[in-house]
């Protein structure tokens, strides 16, 4: 489960690069692989019963995985793809922001699956 987890969470990269291209058939390939990888491990998350440490340590890691990796690799392509079509094209503005909701869906899942877990795991060692 800790694997598939982290799957998903380096799924959110793959599902990224599509901010490069101008249109989405230039590369829905990037968006189906790295989609696949962040519903592996939102699933994985959902069906952990009894977590591991290092799951629950890489829990508590995702949120600033994202806030310090992903979210200004993000910034950082939309930049790219600025300077590649000279000028910010409108379907990497739209693409962006649905990535960012994606983001934040990941972020807050882990977050309460955390809590979750955390809670569950105080309850067994009390």
């Not at 491990?41 to 440490?53: C, E, H, K, Q, V």
């Not at 508590?60 to 994202?66: A, D, N, Q, S, W």
Request: aromatic letters at 16%; proline letters at 5%.
């Amino acid at each position: 489960m800790f694997a598939l987890i982290m799957i998903g969470s380096f799924g959110l990269a793959p599902l990224a690069l599509p901010i490069l291209e101008t249109s989405f058939t230039d590369s829905l390939a990037y968006f189906t692989l790295g989609g696949l990888e962040v519903l592996i491990g939102l699933i994985a998350m959902g069906l952990m019963r009894n977590p591991s440490t290092n799951a629950l340590s890489f829990l508590k890691f995702v949120p600033y995985l994202v806030l310090f990796l992903h979210f200004p690799a993000s910034l950082c392509l939309l930049w790219v793809s600025s300077v590649r079509h000279d000028g910010i094209p409108g379907f990497a503005l739209d693409y962006i922001f649905v990535y960012w909701m994606f983001l934040l869906i990941f972020v807050l899942i882990t977050r309460f699956m955390y809590r979750v877990h955390q809670r569950r795991f105080e309850k067994v060692h009390d």
